[in-house]
């Protein structure tokens, strides 16, 4: 099991009438995480979106597209959120890995 981190974006006010965003901690996950081999990454292409990994959990929490994932030191943008057949036994998230690191 890989451990992940999923972060959200946020506005905080600042306390002086203006607001700051940032990068919040919004839940830690144990999950699977498997690279895509050539030709699924091509075949999310023709759909319009880039998936370079699949990060697969057995529960049901809220992770939202608009979230990002650290796994290890690396920074992965979410790119779908999937409940296989709405059965609540697994999500599957696509992700796509963006070149940057935490730190």
């Known amino acids: 099991m890989v451990r ?25 996950l144990e999950g ?13 292409e023709k759909l319009g979106v880039v998936s370079s990994h699949i990060f697969i959990i057995f529960e049901i929490v809220d992770v ?6 650290i796994i290890g030191d690396k920074i992965y943008q979410i790119n779908n959120v999937d409940n296989p057949n709405n059965l609540n036994r697994q999500l ?3 992700l796509e890995y963006t070149g940057d690191t935490v730190g």
């Open 4 to 28: 992940a981190i999923v972060e959200r974006y946020t506005t905080v006010d600042d306390g002086m009438g203006g607001e700051t965003h940032e990068w919040d901690t919004h839940l830690e």
């Open 92 to 94: 599957e998230i696509s």
């Open 32 to 44: 699977t995480l498997d690279q895509l081999s050539a030709d699924e990454v091509l075949a999310n």
């Open 64 to 69: 939202k597209e608009t979230d990002r994932m």
